[in-house]
């Protein structure tokens, strides 16, 4: 069993920061690629950023780029996502996601998300 929990969302204006986390507990080790995603009521989810298993290569959605960063701790099983001078189109629900770099379509894991809402 795998379970994701995000945490860190809430409430802030325009400009401002915040830092999610998600902690993975269960059969999560090596070869797994972490990511977060974001979704609006009546969109679909979509890739903010993701970061490899070993933490070397990180990938930004081009509307994020510069102002949000991802990380992970491979012993504590655990990703970031630092989130700076945070707009109005940021607001969603973000979720954790931990899929396997070699059995993607069985081991993808999801948090049940954390509310993010930018807004003065």
């Known amino acids: 069993q ?3 929990v995000e ?3 809430g409430l802030v204006q325009p400009g401002g920061s915040l830092r999610l986390s998600c902690a ?10 972490m990511s977060w995603y974001r979704q609006v009521p009546g969109k679909e ?12 290569v990180t990938n ?6 510069g102002r949000f960063t991802i990380s992970r701790d ?6 970031f996502l630092q989130m700076n001078n945070l707009k109005s189109e940021d607001t969603g629900v973000y ?3 931990v899929r ?8 993808n894991y999801w948090g049940q998300g954390t509310q993010v809402t930018v807004s003065s």
Do not use: H, W
């Not at 903010?48 to 070397?56: C, F, H, M, Q």
């Not at 491979?74 to 990703?79: E, H, Q, R, W």
């Open 45 to 56: 989810r979509e890739l903010v950023a993701t970061i490899s298993s070993g933490g070397g």
């Open 95 to 97: 979720y954790c996601n």
């Open 74 to 79: 491979n012993v504590k099983k655990m990703v």
């Open 60 to 65: 930004y959605a081009d509307s994020v780029k």
């Open 24 to 33: 993975a507990s269960g059969a999560i080790y090596n070869n797994y690629r």
């Open 7 to 9: 945490s860190g969302g």
């Open 100 to 107: 396997s770099d070699f059995r993607p379509q069985t081991q």
């Open 2 to 4: 795998v379970q994701l």
